[in-house]
T-cell receptor, first 115, second 113 residues
C-alpha cells in the first residue's frame, strides 16, 4: 500500500456523533499532518503532530501518533454537518535531501455528517 | 493577508495544446509546491521550488512538464502538448520556511478535450 493510507475510505455519521479515521505510513517521518478538503476546494491545514509527540488537541480535533506502528488517528468530536469533507493525512519523509516539506498524501477518508 | 491564489480555476484545452497554470504564494512565503490530484484520490507531489530555483522535481514527468518560480511574479506550471491523461486538479501550496505547514490554493481544474 502507499505511504499515508487512510482507513476507512468513507464514513457516514449523524450530527453529534464522533468520527474517527486512521492513517498508516511506511517510512520514518519528521511530522504528520491532517488536512480537510471540501468539494471543489483546496486543502485546509488542521493539525500537525511531530514525530516526538504522541497526542495533540485542537478544538474538537484530537490526533494521536504511534511511530512504532507507523500510524495516526484523527478524532472529530461532536460532529457537525459542516464537518462533511474529505480528510487526508500527509507525511514528510525524514532525511529528504532537500530538507523541505515534500508531503506524501493518502487517498483520504470521505466523511458525511447527516443533520 | 490573501491566501495562495491560483488561476485560472478552470482550464479547458484540446489535445496537443499548451496549459499554463499560475500560482501566487502567500505574502512572505518563498517555498512553493505543486501537487496533482486525480478524482477520488489524494494529492501527488510534483515539484518544489524556491525563488528562481527548482529544489526537487522528482514527482514531475520528465517530458512536457516544466515549472518555474521567477524572482518577480507567480510560479508557473507549464504542460506542453497536453493529453487526456493530464486532466486533473493541480494544486499549489506555499510555506514561509520549509518546516512550516503548507497553505493550499483552491486549485486549477484542467480538462482536456
Amino acid at each position: 500500500s502507499q505511504q499515508g493510507e487512510e482507513d476507512p475510505q468513507a464514513l457516514s455519521i449523524q450530527e453529534g456523533e464522533n468520527a474517527t479515521m486512521n492513517c498508516s505510513y511506511k517510512t520514518s517521518i519528521n511530522n504528520l499532518q491532517w488536512y480537510r478538503q471540501n468539494s471543489g476546494r483546496g486543502l485546509v491545514h488542521l493539525i500537525l503532530i511531530r514525530s516526538n509527540e504522541r497526542e495533540k488537541h485542537s478544538g474538537r480535533l484530537r490526533v494521536t501518533l504511534d511511530t512504532s506502528k507507523k500510524s495516526s488517528s484523527l478524532l472529530i468530536t461532536a460532529s457537525r454537518a459542516a464537518d462533511t469533507a474529505s480528510y487526508f493525512c500527509a507525511t514528510d519523509e525524514k532525511g529528504w535531501k532537500a530538507a523541505g516539506n515534500k508531503l506524501t498524501f493518502g487517498g483520504g477518508t470521505r466523511v458525511l455528517v447527516k443533520p | 493577508n490573501a491566501g495562495v491564489m491560483q488561476n485560472p480555476r478552470h482550464l479547458v484545452r484540446r489535445r496537443g495544446q499548451e496549459a499554463r497554470l499560475r500560482c501566487s504564494p502567500m505574502k512572505g512565503h518563498s517555498h512553493v509546491y505543486w501537487y496533482r490530484q486525480l478524482p477520488e484520490e489524494g494529492l501527488k507531489f510534483m515539484v518544489y521550488l524556491q525563488k528562481e530555483n527548482i529544489i526537487d522535481e522528482s514527482g514531475m514527468p520528465k517530458e512536457r512538464f516544466s515549472a518555474e518560480f521567477p524572482k518577480e511574479g507567480p510560479s508557473i506550471l507549464r504542460i506542453q502538448q497536453v493529453v487526456r491523461g493530464d486532466s486533473a486538479a493541480y494544486f499549489c501550496a506555499s510555506s514561509p520556511v520549509s518546516s512550516q505547514p503548507q497553505h493550499f490554493g483552491d486549485g486549477t481544474r484542467l480538462s482536456i478535450l
